[in-house]
């Protein structure tokens, strides 16, 4: 899972001047959470320290004692669901070094934006089977690239028998937080994501039974997947992903529907939200938001408000890189350093406005934040 907006990757162009610091990490008095214990997702796996979406990051992750791990699903063409963050995978694979695939580099519009590259709904399953993953950000996580090449790009289904595979190991039940992606942009390619997702869910006893929450950034395949999930696995939850505040969800502006993921923020959007989903997934910068420095300012009452409409809060996405905190918690050890204590002061200032749950590229961090280590 990721911002609809990309904003995941803005903390890679955030560096500014590190200034005095004068910031207590906890508030005189915390927040309750509607949650019995904060969750803590593993975000593509354990990301921070393995190249994202491979069995080695959801290995690590769960490793690592995260609650959930996430895989984000786009579809082949021939129609079956892989790990890939985007459908775009010249950033996570070696397509880009394969003779064989160089006429299918091409230009598409995905959710209005144009990207160039190569497309898992270009390669069948066995095409891109051949294929081997690699860092997406190879210049804030050098050490990632040592895993270059180990692994391949790995089916739900594959993802799915490997949770199973490790919960028996480690007598632990380990929940599966998957995103749908781009929905209105496979239909237009007359491909069916939902609809496949159901299958696989429904034809794997561990998914029919473990903890669940579906994610997207779209509001259509929510009110589809909301009913439908919850009679294949009763406890399961369906979760509203938010981008930025001025965006439209990519469903809503595909028929004209100008509501903006800000308006579906406000009190009265929040309602609407809960009828047809549980949880909603803002940006931490929607909690609290960062000035042009990067630096926190005034909590807005975004949990809060989501509490008052029956909603969970499960945000995205917390990074241990100093260029990724706030501005007040970085330290003088460089942009691309690994900041365990400020990246720990941040989850727990979250966990005390009262977050029931946070994505994570680091689940350890996010366990010391939540069991207080």
């Given at each position: 899972?990721?911002?609809?907006?990309?904003?995941?990757?803005?903390?890679?162009?955030?560096?500014?001047?590190?200034?005095?610091?004068?910031?207590?990490?906890?508030?005189?008095?915390?927040?309750?959470?509607?949650?019995?214990?904060?969750?803590?997702?593993?975000?593509?796996?354990?990301?921070?320290?393995?190249?994202?979406?491979?069995?080695?990051?959801?290995?690590?992750?769960?490793?690592?004692?995260?609650?959930?791990?996430?895989?984000?699903?786009?579809?082949?063409?021939?129609?079956?669901?892989?790990?890939?963050?985007?459908?775009?995978?010249?950033e996570t694979s070696d397509?880009?070094?394969?003779?064989?695939?160089?006429?299918?580099?091409?230009?598409?519009?995905?959710?209005?934006?144009?990207?160039?590259?190569?497309?898992?709904?270009?390669?069948?399953?066995?095409?891109?089977?051949?294929?081997?993953?690699?860092?997406?950000?190879?210049?804030?996580?050098?050490?990632?690239?040592?895993?270059?090449?180990?692994?391949?790009?790995?089916?739900?289904?594959?993802?799915?028998?490997?949770?199973?595979?490790?919960?028996?190991?480690?007598?632990?039940?380990?929940?599966?937080?998957?995103?749908?992606?781009?929905?209105?942009?496979?239909?237009?390619?007359?491909?069916?994501?939902?609809?496949?997702?159901?299958?696989?869910?429904?034809?794997?006893?561990?998914?029919?039974?473990?903890?669940?929450?579906?994610?997207?950034?779209?509001?259509?395949?929510?009110?589809?997947?909301?009913?439908?999930?919850?009679?294949?696995?009763?406890?399961?939850?369906?979760?509203?992903?938010?981008?930025?505040?001025?965006?439209?969800?990519?469903?809503?502006?595909?028929?004209?529907?100008?509501?903006?993921?800000?308006?579906?923020?406000?009190?009265?959007?929040?309602?609407?939200?809960?009828?047809?989903?549980?949880?909603?997934?803002?940006?931490?910068?929607?909690?609290?938001?960062?000035?042009?420095?990067?630096?926190?300012?005034?909590?807005?009452?975004?949990?809060?408000?989501?509490?008052?409409?029956?909603?969970?809060?499960?945000?995205?996405?917390?990074?241990p890189e100093n260029i990724?905190?706030?501005?007040?918690?970085?330290?003088?050890?460089?942009?691309?350093?690994?900041?365990?204590?400020?990246?720990?002061?941040?989850?727990?200032?979250?966990?005390?406005?009262?977050?029931?749950?946070?994505?994570?590229?680091?689940?350890?961090?996010?366990?010391?934040?939540?069991?207080?280590?």
């Open positions: 899972m990721v911002s609809f907006s990309r904003r995941s990757l803005l903390c890679a162009t955030l560096a500014m001047p590190v200034i005095a610091r004068g910031f207590k990490a906890s508030s005189a008095q915390a927040t309750p959470s509607l949650a019995p214990k904060p969750l803590v997702f593993a975000h593509r796996g354990c990301s921070a320290q393995r190249p994202e979406h491979t069995l080695g990051s959801y290995a690590k992750a769960i490793a690592d004692g995260a609650d959930f791990v996430e895989p984000d699903l786009v579809p082949t063409k021939d129609g079956v669901l892989v790990c890939r963050h985007e459908s775009n995978i010249v397509v880009a070094s394969r003779p064989e695939f160089a006429n299918r580099r091409r230009t598409m519009v995905i959710d209005g934006r144009e990207e160039n590259g190569w497309f898992t709904t270009d390669f069948t399953l066995a095409e891109l089977k051949t294929l081997r993953a690699r860092e997406r950000l190879p210049q804030l996580r050098p050490h990632n690239t040592r895993y270059n090449g180990r692994f391949d790009i790995p089916t739900f289904e594959e993802m799915i028998d490997f949770v199973a595979a490790e919960s028996a190991a480690r007598g632990r039940i380990i929940g599966i937080i998957p995103e749908v992606k781009n929905s209105t942009h496979f239909h237009a390619l007359g491909l069916d994501p939902e609809t496949r997702f159901l299958e696989v869910i429904a034809a794997h006893d561990y998914t029919r039974q473990a903890p669940l929450e579906v994610q997207s950034f779209e509001t259509g395949n929510l009110h589809k997947l909301n009913k439908a999930v919850k009679e294949i696995n009763p406890q399961a939850r369906v979760m509203f992903l938010m981008g930025e505040r001025n965006q439209i969800p990519p469903d809503l502006l595909a028929k004209g529907d100008k509501t903006t993921f800000g308006q579906l923020m406000t009190p009265e959007g929040l309602k609407h939200v809960r009828t047809y989903a549980d949880v909603i997934g803002p940006s931490l910068t929607d909690l609290i938001p960062r000035d042009g420095h990067g630096a926190w300012q005034k909590p807005t009452t975004l949990i809060d408000d989501a509490h008052a409409a029956g909603l969970l809060v499960h945000a995205y996405t917390c990074r990724c905190l706030p501005l007040q918690l970085r330290n003088n050890d460089g942009d691309t350093a690994r900041n365990i204590p400020g990246s720990v002061a941040e989850m727990r200032r979250y966990l005390d406005m009262g977050l029931d749950g946070f994505f994570t590229d680091d689940p350890a961090i996010g366990r010391q934040a939540v069991d207080g280590i």
